[in-house]
């Protein structure tokens, strides 16, 4: 069972917006920052977002994040069909000393 | 490029013992944290281990703590992790990763950027 909770599946058809959430405690994300990772399927992951809303050069505009107290969201506007992967948040946990993650939640882009 | 490679994956009878390296190139490695990620088949991310930029200071998730050791080489651009009395749940990908949380402190905080290939590991008799 993962720390942090995600939904296990969102979906959406082109050009829609989805939200994923993640909820977590104050140990992880209501004191630290959230990460999102994007892992298509038979890939590693890749960094999507850090530090709850900042996006990596190369990722598109259309990825945002938030965070609000112990709990953070991923939004995908003008979905597009190599979006399709699943999606894992993550933040530090300050007792386990290390990163811990969603259970991650697989897109579909219908 | 930057760029991770992972090695030394395989199968290993339960009981058994496994050394995974991960050599980096196209960055500084002695500036950051590194990491090792763990995937089981049809799962979720998991942490298995980090260790500072000296090697000082190394941390493992309760799953792994007193078997798995996490070491690193700045001569050599490399990091390891040495698995000991592996069991079936420790049967997965393992990911190694950068962290750049602390650049400035050296020590992990779980911003992982970028990840390598993955190596697998299968435990079973």
């Known amino acids: 069972q993962s720390v942090l909770t995600q939904p296990p599946s969102a979906s959406g058809t082109p050009g829609q917006r989805v939200t994923i959430s993640c909820s977590g405690s104050s140990s992880d994300i209501g004191g630290n920052t959230v990460n999102w990772y994007q892992q298509v399927p038979g890939t590693a992951p890749k960094l999507l977002l850090y530090?709850?809303?900042q996006r990596p050069s190369g990722v598109p505009d259309r990825f945002s994040g938030s965070k609000s107290g112990a709990s953070a969201s991923l939004a995908i506007s003008g979905l597009q069909s190599e979006d399709e992967a699943d999606y894992y948040c993550?933040?530090?946990?300050?007792?386990?000393?290390?990163?811990?993650f969603g259970g991650g939640t697989k897109l579909t882009v219908l | 490029e930057v760029q991770l490679l992972e090695s030394g994956g395989g199968l290993v009878k339960p009981g058994g013992s496994l050394r995974l390296s991960c050599a980096a190139s196209g960055f500084t490695f002695n500036n950051y944290a590194m990491s090792w990620v763990r995937q089981a088949p049809g799962k979720g991310l998991e942490w298995v281990s980090s260790?500072?930029?000296?090697?000082?200071?190394?941390y493992y998730s309760d799953s792994v703590k007193g078997r798995f050791t996490i070491s690193r080489d700045n001569s050599k651009n490399t990091l390891y992790l040495q698995m000991d009395s592996l069991g079936a749940e420790d049967t997965a990908i393992y990911y190694c990763?950068?962290?750049?949380?602390?650049?400035?402190?050296?020590?992990?905080?779980?911003?992982?950027?970028?990840w390598g290939q993955g190596t697998l590991v299968t435990v079973s008799s």
């Open positions: 530090r709850n809303d």
């Open positions: 993550s933040a530090w946990h300050d007792s386990l000393n290390g990163p811990v």
């Open positions: 260790i500072s930029v000296s090697g000082s200071r190394t």
């Open positions: 990763a950068s962290d750049r949380e602390n650049i400035l402190t050296g020590y992990p905080g779980g911003l992982l950027d970028p």
